[in-house]
C-alpha cells in the first residue's frame, strides 16, 4: 500500500524550474533512496512533501489524505531529519527532545519514557546531559535525528543524514534506520553516498534536474543497462585529447577519468573493447585494460551524465 503519493508536482523558485512534474509513490515499509547530483530537486521534493515549502501544482497525498487540507495531522504522523543541524545549542540533549517532544504534544510521564527510549536508541544515553557544541559532528547528528523520532512518527524523511561524518557515526546511523526500518517505519533518505543505498534501499529513485529519471530496485534499475559495458583502462597520460577521442566511438554513451582510470561505458557488442585500446596507445603506455558489467553507479552516471560523488571532490 502507498502511504505517499506524488502526482504532476511542480515547484518553480522565480523562472527556475525546482521540481518539474515529478511522480512518485512510497509503498508502507520501504526505505526508499533518492538519489542525484547537486541541485537535482531532491531536497525541495522533501521539502514540499513534509509540507516545509508550497509547491505551485500537483497533488500530494499522505497516509490517504490530501496532503494540504490536512497538513498538522499528517506533520504529525512524520519525521523530518533535516540537511542542516536544527538542534537548539543552548538545551541540553535532553532539553532538546523535551522541546520536540512537546511540539507533538508528548508530555508527563509519555515524553520521559520516549526521551529515555530515544536517547538509548540514537546512543546518546550518557550525554543526556550535554551541550550539543560539546558533541563530535556524528554525535550531534544523531542527537537531530532524536529529535525527528521522538514522537515515533510513521514515516521518517532523512535529507542526507550522514553527510561529513566519521565512519563510525555513520554506520551508527545506518544501523539506527535499518532497525527503525524492521521496526515498521518507512523511511525515504537522501545521499550521495552509492554503498549506502546499496547497502540499506529497497527502492531507489534517481532525480535530475527536477525530474524523476528512474524508479526501481537496484537489480531492475542496473537491468536497465544490461545491453552496456564499463570498459576501464589505465592509462600512463590520460589527456583531455584521448577522452575526446573516446567519447566519439560509435555505441560509447559515456567517458569518466578517476584517476589515471578511464571508465567507459559501450554498448555491448559495439566492438569498442579493441577500438579503445587501439586509440590508446597512440597516447602512451597502457597499464591495465578490463570490461565489466554495469553497477548502480553506472547507472546513474549514464542516467544523469554526472558523477555522484561530485560534492565531496569539490
Ligand atoms: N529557496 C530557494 N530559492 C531559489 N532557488 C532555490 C531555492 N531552493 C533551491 N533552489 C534551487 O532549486 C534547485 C534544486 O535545489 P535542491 O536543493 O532541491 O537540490 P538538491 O537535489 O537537494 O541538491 P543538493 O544535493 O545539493 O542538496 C537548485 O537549482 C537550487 O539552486
Known amino acids: 500500500m502507498a502511504i505517499v503519493h506524488m502526482k504532476n508536482i511542480v515547484k518553480r523558485y522565480g523562472s527556475h524550474l525546482a521540481l518539474d512534474h515529478v511522480d512518485l509513490d512510497i509503498g508502507e515499509g520501504e526505505i526508499l533512496g533518492l538519489l542525484g547530483p547537486n541541485g537535482a530537486g531532491k531536497t525541495t521534493l522533501i521539502h514540499a512533501l513534509a509540507g516545509i515549502v508550497g509547491f505551485d501544482s500537483g497533488e500530494i497525498n499522505v497516509f490517504g489524505k490530501e496532503q494540504q487540507t490536512n497538513l498538522m495531522d499528517i506533520k504529525r504522523q512524520i519525521g523530518l531529519v533535516t540537511q542542516e543541524i536544527t538542534v537548539f545549542t543552548d538545551l541540553s540533549a535532553q532539553e532538546n527532545l523535551e522541546f520536540?517532544?512537546?511540539?507533538?504534544?508528548?508530555?508527563?510521564?509519555?515524553?520521559?519514557?520516549?526521551?529515555?527510549?530515544?536517547?538509548?536508541?540514537?546512543?546518546?544515553?550518557?550525554?543526556?546531559?550535554?551541550?550539543?557544541?560539546?558533541?563530535?559532528?556524528?554525535?550531534?547528528?544523531?542527537?537531530?535525528?532524536?529529535?525527528?523520532?521522538?514522537?515515533?512518527?510513521?514515516?521518517?524523511?532523512?535529507?542526507?543524514?550522514?553527510?561529513?561524518?566519521?565512519?563510525?557515526?555513520?554506520?551508527?546511523?545506518?544501523?539506527?534506520?535499518?532497525?527503525?526500518?524492521?521496526?515498521?517505519?518507512?523511511?525515504?533518505?537522501?545521499?550521495?553516498?552509492?554503498?549506502?543505498?546499496?547497502?540499506?534501499?529497497?527502492?531507489?529513485?534517481?532525480?535530475?534536474?527536477?525530474?524523476?529519471?528512474?524508479?526501481?530496485?537496484?537489480?531492475?534499475?542496473?537491468?536497465?543497462?544490461?545491453?552496456e559495458e564499463k570498459i576501464k583502462l589505465e592509462v600512463e597520460e590520460p589527456s583531455d585529447m584521448l577522452l575526446e577521442k573516446l567519447r566519439k566511438l560509435e555505441g560509447v554513451k559515456q567517458v569518466s577519468l578517476h584517476g589515471k582510470e578511464i571508465h567507459i561505458i559501450s554498448q555491448v557488442g559495439a566492438g569498442n573493447l579493441d577500438r579503445a585500446l587501439s586509440i590508446a596507445k597512440d597516447f602512451g603506455e597502457i597499464r591495465s585494460v578490463s570490461a565489466e558489467k554495469p553497477t548502480l553507479e553506472d547507472v546513474f552516471l549514464t542516467l544523469t551524465g554526472k558523477r555522484l560523488r561530485d560534492r565531496e571532490e569539490e
Do not use: W
Open 100 to 227: 520536540f517532544g512537546g511540539i507533538y504534544g508528548l508530555k508527563g510521564e509519555k515524553l520521559k519514557e520516549r526521551i529515555d527510549e530515544t536517547l538509548a536508541f540514537v546512543g546518546l544515553t550518557e550525554h543526556a546531559n550535554k551541550l550539543p557544541t560539546k558533541f563530535s559532528g556524528g554525535m550531534q547528528r544523531r542527537l537531530n535525528i532524536a529529535c525527528a523520532l521522538v514522537h515515533q512518527p510513521k514515516f521518517l524523511i532523512m535529507d542526507e543524514p550522514t553527510v561529513g561524518i566519521d565512519p563510525q557515526s555513520r554506520n551508527h546511523i545506518l544501523e539506527t534506520i535499518r532497525q527503525l526500518n524492521e521496526q515498521g517505519t518507512t523511511i525515504l533518505y537522501t545521499t550521495h553516498y552509492m554503498e549506502e543505498v546499496q547497502n540499506l534501499a529497497t527502492r531507489v529513485v534517481i532525480m535530475d534536474k527536477g525530474h524523476v529519471i528512474a524508479d526501481g530496485t537496484i537489480p531492475e534499475l542496473v537491468h536497465k543497462i544490461q545491453h
